[in-house]
């Protein structure tokens, strides 16, 4: 049925319950994923202003300002990084076989050209649940995804009990 899953996380507490519902996936089908997550300036834990356009964008900024925020997206390139091991970890404790990629731009396009190339059979993403202005202005990645990808999508809504077991076993991961 699914041999490649690619997985969409973010930084969000939703991020547990994605992963949990690709990883049962995985398993019950013997598919292999691939674990993404975009580095964006919108995103929750983000320093803000994407990288690559500060010179453009803040050309008043002194260099120590500059150096501050460099520190501050390489942490958060760091902290991405360690999230993906520690799942790609997980995944493979349960015998599922994991690879992962990190890169920057605008996720929802990033997500969908992913898939193409690496052909994944589905993609699992996660919705935030944005509804009227907050989807406007923010955008809604699970929709644009869900339009545009070359292969099925799988929306992931959170509840409770799986953000606490996600984060529980990501720690355990993480530590172990």
Not at 101 to 116: M, N, Y
Not at 133 to 156: F, R
């Amino acid at each position: 049925m699914y041999r490649k899953v690619l997985v969409a996380l973010d930084s969000s507490e939703l991020q547990s319950s994605v992963f949990a519902e690709a990883l049962d996936l995985a398993k019950a089908t013997g598919a292999g994923l691939m674990l993404l997550h975009v580095l964006s300036a919108f995103e929750e834990g983000s320093p803000g202003v994407p990288i690559r356009s500060y010179h453009t964008a803040y050309p008043v900024l002194d260099e120590s300002t500059w150096a501050v925020y460099q520190d501050r997206w390489h942490d958060y390139e760091q902290r991405g990084i360690e999230q993906l091991r520690a799942r790609q970890q997980q995944a493979e404790k349960a015998g599922v076989a994991a690879e992962f990629t990190q890169t920057s731009g605008e996720p929802p396009r990033l997500i969908c050209e992913l898939a193409g190339t690496w052909e994944a059979d589905l993609i699992v993403v996660g919705s935030h649940g944005r509804r009227g202005i907050s989807e406007i202005l923010l955008g809604s990645v699970s929709n644009y995804v869900m339009h545009h990808a070359p292969c099925s999508v799988l929306v992931v809504h959170g509840s409770q009990t799986q953000k606490a077991e996600g984060s529980d076993q990501l720690a355990e991961a993480v530590s172990g």
